[in-house]
């Protein structure tokens, strides 16, 4: 049974940095793209991003390209998001999520991670 | 890339027949059968509903469909029951080889 389970809830302050994680398994984790999506309060999901874990070949929103990074260590099967500094705006709950395919869409959700940017 | 554009809220009686509309552009929806919907109650992650414009993952009930012309998908969900109350978004592939969501309706079962 495929499982992704994201680390807990984060509070942080601005300017902070902070890599959250997503742990799969159930199945070949470099097989499948896997990405991350971004609910910000009150509102919808945002596409932020996904990588390949079998070469790291990354694809990342146009509007949000440089804001983050999306990374994977294929030898224990997990996915991170990273800031290296962190806004008020950042403030969102952030969903992994696995992509069924080359061009597929995400299927497969993690329980979501809630990080809280305030001074 | 901006999102896809579906209604702000639709709703319907139980046993009635919704329909939410997705419109994107010649470089996403209307070029690309990669077209996914998904539901997200109150407080939880989306739930997968429909791939590929109109497929259905194992386990998702046959009342809701999905549907596809020219640069609009459609989702739509018979026989409403209560428990369909929730946020819907769509979802699509581009052309920049990435993925894009719609701005989410809201569904209320009156």
């Given at each position: 049974?495929?499982?992704?389970?994201?680390?807990?809830?984060?509070?942080?302050?601005?300017?902070?940095?902070?890599?959250?994680?997503?742990?799969?398994?159930?199945?070949?984790?470099?097989?499948?793209?896997?990405?991350?999506?971004?609910?910000?309060?009150?509102?919808?999901?945002?596409?932020?991003?996904?990588?390949?874990?079998?070469?790291?070949?990354?694809?990342?929103?146009?509007?949000?390209?440089?804001?983050?990074?999306?990374?994977?260590?294929?030898?224990?099967?997990?996915?991170?998001?990273?800031?290296?500094?962190?806004?008020?705006?950042?403030?969102?709950?952030?969903?992994?999520?696995?992509?069924?395919?080359?061009?597929?869409?995400?299927?497969?959700?993690?329980?979501?991670?809630?990080?809280?940017?305030?001074? | 890339?901006?999102?896809?554009?579906?209604?702000?809220?639709?709703?319907?009686?139980p046993g009635q027949s919704i329909t939410i509309s997705?419109?994107?552009?010649?470089?996403?929806?209307?070029?690309?059968?990669?077209?996914?919907?998904?539901?997200?109650?109150?407080?939880?992650?989306?739930?997968?509903?429909?791939?590929?414009?109109?497929?259905?993952?194992?386990?998702?009930?046959?009342?809701?469909?999905?549907?596809?012309?020219?640069?609009?998908?459609?989702?739509?969900?018979?026989?409403?029951?209560?428990?369909?109350?929730?946020?819907?978004?769509?979802?699509?592939y581009t052309s920049r080889g990435t993925w894009v969501?719609?701005?989410?309706?809201?569904?209320?079962v009156l």
């Amino acid at each position: 049974e495929e499982q992704l389970v994201q680390s807990g809830a984060e509070v942080k302050k601005p300017g902070e940095s902070l890599k959250i994680s997503c742990k799969t398994s159930g199945y070949s984790f470099t097989s499948y793209y896997i990405g991350w999506v971004r609910q910000m309060p009150g509102k919808g999901l945002e596409w932020m991003g996904a990588i390949l874990p079998d070469d790291s070949e990354t694809r990342y929103s146009p509007s949000l390209q440089g804001q983050v990074t999306i990374s994977v260590d294929k030898f224990i099967n997990i996915a991170y998001l990273q800031w290296s500094s962190l806004k008020p705006s950042d403030t969102a709950i952030y969903y992994c999520a696995r992509h069924s395919g080359r061009l597929g869409a995400p299927d497969y959700w993690g329980q979501g991670t809630l990080v809280t940017v305030s001074s | 890339q901006s999102a896809l554009t579906q209604p702000a809220s639709v709703s319907g009686s139980p046993g009635q027949s919704i329909t939410i509309s997705c419109t994107g552009t010649s470089s996403d929806v209307g070029n690309y059968n990669y077209v996914a919907w998904y539901q997200q109650p109150p407080g939880k992650a989306p739930k997968f509903l429909i791939y590929e414009v109109s497929s259905r993952p194992s386990g998702v009930s046959n009342r809701f469909s999905g549907s596809k012309s020219g640069n609009t998908a459609s989702l739509t969900i018979s026989g409403l029951q209560t428990e369909d109350e929730a946020d819907y978004y769509c979802s699509s592939y581009t052309s920049r080889g990435t993925w894009v969501f719609g701005g989410g309706t809201k569904l209320t079962v009156l």
